[in-house]
Nanobody, 121 residues
Framework: QVQLVESGGGLVQAGDSLRLSCASS??????LGWFRQPPGEERTFVAA????????AYADSVKGRFFISRDSAKNTIYLQMNSLKTDDTAVYYC????????????????WGQGTQVTVSS
C-alpha cells in the first residue's frame, strides 16, 4: 500500500502563501489529493489530481486560491495555497484514491499523517 508523507505546513499570516508537499513511497497510477480538518470539525475534501495530471478537482471554498500539481518523476504532489484566510487553518492530509471522483465520496485508500497549517489574522 502506498505510504504518504506530507510536509510544508506552518504558521503564516492571512494573505500569505504556503506550499504543501506530499511524497508517496512508490509510483502510483491512482489519483492523489488533499483533505483538511479544522479543529473540532470533520475532515473535508480540498483538491485532487489524476495520475497523469490531466484532470483536477477543487472544493468551492478554495477554487481560485489553491492549486494542485503533480511531479510523477518525484512521486510527489503539491498544494500551492495563496491568499490564505484564517478559515484555512486546519490539519491538511494527503490521500490516495483510485479515481479522482472517489475523493468527493470519501473513498480514500490511504492517508498521510497530516501537517498543520495555521493562518493568523
Amino acid at each position: 500500500q502506498v505510504q504518504l508523507v506530507e510536509s510544508g505546513g506552518g504558521l503564516v499570516q492571512a494573505g500569505d502563501s504556503l506550499r504543501l508537499s506530499c511524497a508517496s513511497s512508490e509510483p502510483t497510477l491512482s489519483s492523489l489529493g488533499w483533505f483538511r480538518q479544522p479543529p473540532g470539525e470533520e475532515r473535508t475534501f480540498v483538491a485532487a489530481i489524476t495520475w497523469r495530471s490531466t484532470s483536477t478537482a477543487y472544493a468551492d471554498s478554495v477554487k481560485g486560491r489553491f492549486f494542485i500539481s503533480r511531479d510523477s518523476a518525484k512521486n510527489t504532489i503539491y498544494l500551492q495555497m495563496n491568499s490564505l484566510k484564517t478559515d484555512d487553518t486546519a490539519v491538511y492530509y494527503c490521500a490516495v484514491a483510485r479515481l479522482i471522483s472517489d475523493f468527493r465520496g470519501g473513498r480514500v485508500a490511504n492517508w498521510g499523517q497530516g501537517t498543520q497549517v495555521t493562518v493568523s489574522s
